[in-house]
């Protein structure tokens, strides 16, 4: 079956500008995740959906990050007036329940380049 | 809070040989724990996860690890490596509550086979 997909797999925008990234989880897992990974941090868990429910938004790194999912399947994590710290790749990844023994089925990642 | 540590930034191996990466955690809870592969361009894959039960779990790829709740580790193994193994390898832990805590990575560990 159709895994995780993301897209764009590339963007490059100019610094302050606006971006939305998107994800497409695996049909049926009610679980959503978002990940940075970046030279610096390596890989950090951003933010997390159970179905409609609304997410916890304490582990997004700066109030220019917001992310939303609709419909309890497709997300959307959108950074306002992008900086050049925010280059990196946003990995999403679902799971069938969102319990701590669940796999979490990653994306191929969306490459972020700030200029 | 969790945190893991993978001790080698790099491994260099040669072909046949048998390679161990190695990984150690910290939580104040009880934890699940995982290995994620992540081929050259490609997105983060399950290589193996402990639950409970036997500390020997074995994976995909000829691949198992050993968990040591006393020494808190989570080594890899591998008995005779392939150029096809080259890889980056991250460790990563949960809370049994899942979901909402995501999954904290170690920094990973590149695994270089050399012919």
């Known amino acids: 079956g159709a895994g995780v997909s993301q897209s764009p797999s590339n963007k490059v925008t100019e610094k302050g500008k606006d971006v939305e990234l998107r994800c497409d989880p695996i049909?049926?897992?009610?679980?959503l995740y978002w990940y940075r990974q970046s030279l610096g941090q390596g890989l950090e868990f951003l933010i997390y959906?159970?179905?409609?429910?609304?997410?916890?938004k304490s582990g997004l790194p700066s109030d220019r990050f917001s992310a939303e999912r609709t419909g309890g399947s497709v997300s959307t994590l959108t950074i306002q007036r992008t900086q050049q710290e925010d280059s990196a790749v946003y990995l999403c990844?679902?799971?069938?329940?969102?319990?701590?023994?669940?796999?979490?089925?990653f994306g191929p990642g969306t490459r972020l380049t700030v200029l | 809070a969790q945190s893991v540590t993978q001790l080698d930034s790099q491994v260099p191996v040669f072909e046949e040989a048998p390679v161990e990466l190695r990984c150690n955690y910290s939580s104040s809870v009880s934890v699940y724990l995982f290995w994620y592969v992540q081929y050259p361009n490609q997105g983060l894959q399950l290589l193996l996860k402990?639950?409970?039960?036997?500390?020997l779990v074995k994976g995909i790829n000829g691949f198992e690890a050993e968990f040591n709740k006393s020494q808190t580790s989570f080594h890899l193994r591998k008995p005779s490596v392939h150029i096809s193994d080259t890889a980056e390898y991250f460790c990563a832990v949960t809370s049994f509550g899942g979901g909402a805590d995501g999954l904290t990575f170690g920094k990973g560990t590149h695994l270089i086979i050399q012919p």
């Open positions: 402990y639950l409970s039960g036997s500390t």
């Open positions: 049909s049926g897992h009610t679980a």
């Open positions: 959906f159970q179905g409609n429910s609304a997410p916890d």
């Open positions: 990844a679902s799971s069938a329940t969102g319990s701590g023994t669940d796999t979490q089925y």
